[in-house]
């Protein structure tokens, strides 16, 4: 019913940047929030931005201050502005999106497949 394409994973040195993009289609409620998780090997899977379809957002505290959320409600797509990158945060980032049916309160999760980014030192 929906479906997220991630992009702009890659290879970057500690102390860079790279900008990630998702684009959503499909069946998508006009209030939703589109998130940004990543897992590293033998690791949870963990938030580290969120943004609502209003605008609000919310950061990982490890990422505050250097990682940006952004979204284009036109294009349904969200991005990720991460900057000085550091190792520990190799993973594969997932982008999601959630929103809640308003008659009963029932969640509906959709997931991208996912893309790497590597930081090495």
């Known amino acids: 019913q929906v479906q997220l394409v991630e992009s702009g994973g890659g290879l970057v040195q500690a102390g860079g940047s790279l900008r990630l993009s998702c684009a959503a289609s499909g069946s998508i409620q006009s209030s939703n929030t589109m998130n940004w998780y990543r897992q590293a090997p033998g690791k949870r899977r963990d938030l580290v931005a969120g943004?609502?379809?209003?605008?609000?957002?919310n950061y990982a505290d490890s990422v505050k201050g250097r990682f940006t959320i952004s979204r284009d409600n036109a294009k349904n797509t969200v991005y990720l502005q991460m900057n000085s990158l550091k190792p520990e945060e190799t993973a594969v980032f997932y982008c999601?999106?959630?929103?809640?049916?308003?008659?009963?309160?029932?969640?509906?999760?959709?997931w991208g497949q996912g893309t790497q980014v590597t930081v090495s030192s």
């Open positions: 943004i609502s379809s209003g605008g609000n957002t």
């Open positions: 999601n999106l959630r929103s809640v049916r308003s008659i009963d309160y029932y969640v509906f999760d959709y």
